[in-house]
């Protein structure tokens, strides 16, 4: 390959997760720091960056229809680097495929970025799909981000093995990245502006780790100490499993004022038989119990989950049971997708594949119970009066947009600036959104 200039213009762009989210920035920081400049919109740059998702065939189909499209009206491409979980399930095949790609980066390994662009420019293309548990974090520069909301990750990888999913191959075993680091990098987040935190990970109620005085806390504990940032005003967390749902961090959102009213639990399905074939390890009713606690505990609280349809051998009296836990929890909003068969992975391999038609239509049954449900939280919401951390002005002048404490967006028009934590009364809901007016001026 021919050497060509230094890149100066960078862009990344990143598919599927939060997760993808935090390592798009943190390589977008990597890249400044070796003095390159993020690209305005829509211009060209001279270094492109797909960080890729690989949980679902049409993420990464996506990717290569995106490599096609980098290329410019005289023939010429940008140095491309892709990297995330495509690049660690695919490593070389995708240079294989796509010539055009430079450098192929796993998800634990991008703190290689700005030597494998260096190599790039002067001619060697190369890959990296090491998986060090440590190393990245320890080579990343200081967080550079700032705007209210934030994301940082506590742990990474898996070690549950449902037998769909491709995240322990691509992203490793469950590692918990440690307590001072993080302290630290929240700290760094808070001075810089946030004014909201999600704390990230593949199964981020798995974290565990020894506090400033050596005792071992859980996700818990971190949040506790979290909560201590007088600046920062509130913590989230996600994606949690069922299992790792600990009484003390139940008890959290009993306690901890700044931890926000909202738990995601991915449940999968309503079917105990499917869930012990996707190696679950909790039943529809433990997982159902774990609700009722929290609910206890904190009546208010918002619901989310994630759900699969057409797992193989799934029956429609099975799905029928999905639909009836759905019914039963009224989620105020949630994720739901059609099985998708990941090489590698046990089910993949398994007898009664379902036909797409079949999984369209569990899709779109599912969908719509769904959606009825998350209108009817925002509905319940209407006549509420909450806090709205304002993360971006609207469309209209005057008028902003951010996230109520049960994670709805809302929107309404007065006085704000970007960061404030307004007092809004809920005044109509959408299915996506609710209308406001600030409190002050209800009463004018
Ligand atoms: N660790 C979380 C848990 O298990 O509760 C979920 C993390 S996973 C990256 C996000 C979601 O992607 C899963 O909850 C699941 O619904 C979905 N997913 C994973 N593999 C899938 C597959 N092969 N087909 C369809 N959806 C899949
Ligand atoms: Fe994938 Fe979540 Fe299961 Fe881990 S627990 S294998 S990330 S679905």
Same mark, same amino acid.
């Given at each position: 390959m021919p050497a060509s200039a230094p890149p100066k213009t960078y862009r990344v762009k990143s598919f599927g997760c939060q997760m993808n989210v935090y390592d798009g920035e943190r390589m977008a920081e990597l890249l400044a720091e070796q003095g390159l400049t993020a690209a305005p919109e829509n211009a060209d740059a001279d270094l492109v960056v797909l960080n890729t998702?690989?949980?679902?065939?049409?993420?990464?189909?996506?990717?290569?229809?995106?490599?096609? @499209?980098?290329? @410019?009206? +005289?023939?010429?491409?940008?140095?491309?680097?892709?990297?995330?979980?495509?690049?660690?399930? $695919? &490593?070389?095949?995708?240079?294989?495929?796509?010539?055009?790609?430079?450098?192929?980066?796993?998800?634990?390994?991008?703190?290689?970025?700005? $030597?494998?662009?260096?190599?790039?420019?002067?001619?060697?293309?190369?890959?990296?799909?090491?998986?060090?548990?440590?190393?990245?974090?320890?080579?990343?520069?200081?967080?550079?981000? *700032?705007?209210p909301t934030a994301f940082l990750t506590v742990q990474e990888g898996c070690d549950k093995f449902c037998t769909y999913c491709v995240v322990p191959y691509t992203r490793g075993a469950e590692v918990s990245r440690p307590f001072a680091d993080?302290?630290?990098?929240?700290?760094?987040?808070?001075?810089?502006?946030?004014?909201?935190?999600?704390?990230?990970?593949? !199964?981020v109620n798995a974290w565990t780790g020894e506090d400033a005085k050596g005792r071992a806390i859980g996700l818990d504990g971190l949040i506790r100490e979290l909560a201590a940032l007088p600046d920062l005003a509130r913590i989230r967390y996600t994606t949690s499993h069922p299992n790792d749902m600990t009484a003390g961090l139940i008890e959290a959102h009993a306690v901890e004022p700044k931890l926000m009213p909202f738990l995601h639990l991915p449940v999968q399905s309503g079917s105990d038989r499917v869930l012990r074939a996707m190696n679950r390890s909790h039943t529809s009713d433990s997982y159902l119990r774990i609700l009722e606690q929290v609910r206890a505990v904190r009546p208010d609280i918002a619901l989310s989950g994630d759900f699969i349809v057409g797992f193989p051998g799934e029956t429609d009296a099975e799905f029928a049971e999905t639909l009836r836990l759905v019914d039963t929890v009224g989620y105020a909003q949630c994720f739901s997708f059609k099985y998708s068969p990941r090489p590698g992975t046990p089910a993949a391999t398994m007898d009664g594949q379902i036909a797409p038609e079949v999984m369209? $239509?569990?899709?779109?049954?599912?969908?719509?119970?769904?959606?009825? +449900?998350?209108?009817?939280? !925002?509905?319940? *919401?209407?006549?509420?009066?909450?806090?709205?951390?304002?993360?971006?002005?609207?469309?209209?002048? &005057?008028?902003?947009?951010?996230?109520?404490?049960?994670?709805?967006?809302?929107?309404?028009?007065?006085?704000?600036?970007?960061?404030?934590?307004?007092?809004?009364?809920?005044?109509?809901?959408?299915?996506? *959104?609710?209308?406001?007016?600030?409190?002050?001026?209800?009463a004018a």
């Open positions: 998702c690989h949980i679902r065939e049409k993420a990464a189909e996506k990717v290569y229809s995106d490599i096609g @499209r980098l290329r @410019r009206e +005289d023939g010429s491409t940008p140095l491309i680097a892709v990297a995330g979980c495509v690049a660690q399930a $695919e &490593g070389e095949e995708i240079m294989a495929r796509a010539p055009s790609v430079k450098m192929v980066v796993g998800p634990q390994a991008y703190h290689r970025l700005p $030597e494998m662009v260096r190599e790039a420019a002067a001619g060697r293309p190369s890959t990296d799909t090491d998986m060090p548990a440590e190393t990245k974090f320890a080579s990343l520069p200081a967080r550079r981000r *700032s705007g993080l302290i630290d990098e929240a700290h760094r987040l808070v001075d810089s502006g946030a004014r909201e935190i999600t704390l990230l990970g593949q !199964n369209d $239509e569990r899709l779109q049954r599912l969908q719509a119970a769904l959606n009825r +449900d998350q209108l009817a939280f !925002n509905r319940a *919401s209407v006549g509420k009066t909450c806090e709205v951390l304002v993360e971006r002005r609207g469309k209209r002048p &005057g008028q902003w947009l951010g996230k109520s404490p049960w994670l709805q967006s809302v929107h309404f028009t007065g006085e704000a600036a970007i960061g404030d934590l307004v007092r809004v009364e809920l005044l109509e809901a959408g299915p996506n *959104s609710i209308s406001g007016q600030p409190v002050a001026m209800a």
